[in-house]
């Protein structure tokens, strides 16, 4: 009998352990912060264009409580190849999206994919106005202050190597812009034109990637139609300006660009490039965020979304703390 009376007692212990572990593990669980999973949709992932913008989204989702997916992309072909990579990722169950929409005229494909309530648009280049929340900077401010530094600061550095920097004003300039049927781009060189023409330039050509898809066809184009200060507005045409300058250091224009990647940060610092107009990608990647957040209902503090701003990076602020800061985030 009283080795029963023990087992009846063991066994009410035993029971009354197990409840209250699970009353504490659904305490636990209750009072843990609940995690949204965002995809994050961008051309050509591998790209080291997204360093700076992808280290934001990843500070955003630390601070917002939100899973970052990069999802793995090539570069897209149509609207329609990254419209299939939307519906894939909401199939599988992603509770928002944060999407780079691709360079294509014909945008519409895309933005009927959108899940307007759950989506931001992390605009680099689109054709219309977005029915949804977008991040991005001012194209017009941006493009004007490529161009002011482009005809006002091209004598800053006096010994620029190794490409020659031209004496005396500045009366001809060529422009290498993306594609200018995307409603930012256009933006960009609206504001860049202004500037020039205000300031008694003269712009001699200007040429998208289609007409100059490499430095070759720029050496071409500067044959025909000689300018004293090459301005890009772009960050790949950027590329072709450096590498042009990088093949003929002798005869090559002074060089100013829109750019972000880690190759034309290292154009800069080479010297192939006088100055870099740099869109803050990081502040972007995290107001990405940040404006999701919102939507989502995991926004934990008052935050105003605002235009992405720039910097204008040269050989001699390259390594300033602040600088540094800007185009070498890390996740804090």
Known sequence: MKRNKYLQILLILVIFAVIAYSSWRMLKISGSPEYRSVSVIVDNSTSDRWIAFREGLEQGGQEEQINISFVSTDVFKSAEEEAAVIRKELENGADGLIVEPCGEEESG?????????????????????????????????????????????????????????????????????????LKDMALCLKGAEDFLLDSGAEIVWTYGPDSVPDSRALSDKLSEKP????????????????????????????????????????????GW?????????????????????????????????????????????????????LLFPVVR
């Open 109 to 181: 494909v895309l933005l009927n994919a959108l899940p307007q309530p759950s989506c931001v648009l992390a605009v680099f280049g689109i054709s219309s106005d977005p029915p949804v929340d977008t991040v991005q900077p001012d194209w017009y401010e941006m493009g004007a202050a490529a161009a002011r530094e482009a005809v006002t600061g091209q004598n800053a550095s006096e010994n620029r190597e190794p490409g020659p920097v031209s004496n005396g004003p500045v009366r001809r300039v060529g422009i290498l812009t993306g594609d200018i049927k």
């Open 273 to 325: 490039i006088r100055a870099l107009v740099v869109p803050d990608e990081y502040y972007m990647g995290y107001h990405c965020v940040i404006s999701l957040s919102r939507k989502l209902g995991t926004y934990s503090a008052v935050k105003e979304t605002e235009p992405v701003p720039f910097v204008i990076v040269t050989k001699d602020n390259l390594y300033d703390e602040d600088m540094e800061s």
């Open 227 to 270: 300018a004293d200060v090459l301005l890009s507005l772009e960050d790949a045409m950027t590329k072709v300006m450096a590498d042009y300058a990088r093949e003929t250091p002798a005869k090559c224009p002074d060089l100013t660009g829109i750019g972000c990647s880690e190759q034309n940060i290292t154009n800069i610092d080479e």
